[in-house]
């Protein structure tokens, strides 16, 4: 069965055609490895390091701090392990979020396994993590402070420019996961002050498998892959030359169009909503006002989310329920638990993440699948 209206943005898209026709050279004619010596390896050099430039011009960075990588989770991983390994005696805090994807979440349980702290901030009801919390659990040992830009599931941006000033002002490093973020909204790292950020191509139009980690200059990391010198020393491996091109090119794509989209999914989300509202479902939309564009999380009150998703599946509407990592998992997302949704209303909860491949007719035809499923 074909899927009519693809409304799961946050969980990966489409490959933009630019992105895709800027790879096909890398991966047929071009294929030499970056790292030889003779002329089939030049192009290939030249176009990973076009791309670094054009990657970090996107988030204000500088090429030399833009370190490739197979996508969000080795990015996440890479900043937390790559932290916490400088200290070999293991007596460290790392501090992070109740409500990050499982990416930073089962790093840390890894990292507590090896002997580390780690300490869990709560969240509000907005899913916002406030300055005075953070200040709360900051210690003498803690080495590093991880907050998502954005988060995967209710779409909530985090107050990052002001938590990465409490953590230095304490003198801890701060990773931010903007796996949701970049592309979409428009990010700079100065400006926000982190001193490592991590991102994901297939979250804004590029490849699946290829993502990056911002690395502030003078930020030293323990590297995670050991062997050849690619990527400073720092990751080892021979670079998905094909990859970071299409990254490069969807993200500047992005960046050129990010008000327009921002305006565009607006409307979207306030058509959907507004329609819902009109049939008269009873719902409540998670994460407070200020959210990654195109993102809803929608609680309906009496409803089971999992049935929701599968009917409107069978109408060729694909959404989620949590995260996409807990599609098989029936159990209430951590994060919708963390954000307190009453029983009522929580295990209602559906993800409608949309992007501009989706028009106004295919919102309205979406709001019209709900109301129809629920009023049955
Ligand atoms: N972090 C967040 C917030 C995400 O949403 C995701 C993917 O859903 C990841 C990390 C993992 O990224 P990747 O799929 O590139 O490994």
Redesign the pocket.
């Known amino acids: 069965m074909r899927t009519l209206i693809y409304a799961d943005h ?3 898209t489409a490959l933009s055609p630019a992105a895709c026709a800027a790879m096909q050279p890398w991966l047929q004619d071009k294929y030499g490895n970056p790292s030889a010596l003779y002329n089939l390896a030049r192009e290939p050099h030249k176009a990973v390091a076009t791309a670094r430039e054009t990657i970090a011009a996107c988030i204000g960075a500088r090429p030399e701090e833009i370190y490739f990588t ?7 991983n890479w900043a937390l392990m790559g932290t916490a390994f400088r200290k070999l005696d293991r007596n460290g805090r790392i501090i992070t979020s109740s409500i ?5 979440l089962h790093t840390c349980d890894f990292l507590k396994r090896m002997g580390y702290d780690v300490d869990l901030l709560p969240v509000n009801r907005q899913g916002l993590i406030m300055g005075e919390t953070l200040k709360g659990y900051l210690r003498n040992e803690t080495l590093l402070v991880s907050i ?1 830009l ?3 599931e209710i779409g909530t941006i985090e107050p990052i420019k002001e938590l990465a000033e409490i953590a230095h002002r304490h003198g801890c490093l701060f990773h931010t ?1 903007a ?2 973020a970049v592309g979409h909204i428009l990010i700079d790292v100065n400006n926000l002050g982190v001193d490592m950020l ?1 991102a ?4 804004f139009n590029g490849p ?2 290829i ?1 990056f980690l911002y690395i502030r200059d003078g930020v030293t990391t323990e590297s995670l892959l050991h062997g050849g010198v690619q990527e400073n020393g720092q990751r080892a491996g021979t670079e998905n030359v094909a990859g970071i091109v299409g990254m490069a090119v969807a993200l500047q794509e992005h960046i050129e169009r990010i008000e327009q989209e921002t305006t565009y999914l607006q409307k979207l989300t306030d058509l959907l909503l507004q329609a819902l509202r009109n049939a008269g479902l009873d719902f409540v939309v998670n994460g407070g006002d200020n959210r990654i564009p195109g993102s809803l999380s929608l609680s309906f009150r009496g409803v089971d989310g999992e049935t929701l998703l599968h009917r409107l599946d069978l109408l060729g509407t694909a959404v989620a329920t949590g ?3 807990d599609a098989k998992n029936p159990i209430l997302s951590h994060v919708i638990r963390a954000i307190g949704v009453s029983d009522a209303y929580a295990h209602g909860t559906i993800r409608i993440t949309l992007g501009m491949d989706n028009t106004i007719d295919q919102t309205s035809v979406l709001a019209e699948q709900i109301s129809h499923i629920l009023d049955k």
């Open positions: 946050a969980a990966t197979s996508g969000g989770t080795e990015a996440d990050e994807h499982h990416a930073i998502m954005a988060n995967n996961d796996v949701q991590s994901s191509a297939h979250k699946k498998g993502g995260s996409a990592c």
